[in-house]
């Protein structure tokens, strides 16, 4: 299981974080990045092909 804690100042803008657990991390020869960002530009390129655009 991953978790993520976020540290936030008195404004309540986030100023550190910490992560416990595994998730795959880009640069590191991961697969599972890869497949995350296939999935993420093809979602992006429908949505944009869905949309109208200014000639």
Avoid at 21 to 44: C, K, M
């Amino acid at each position: 299981m991953r978790k993520l804690n976020r540290f936030v100042d008195e404004d309540g803008l986030a100023i550190d974080f910490e992560i416990e657990g595994e998730y795959p991390q880009f640069g590191n020869n991961d697969p599972r990045v890869d497949d995350l960002a296939v999935d993420l530009v093809e979602r992006f390129m429908k949505k944009s092909s869905e949309t109208a655009h200014l000639p």
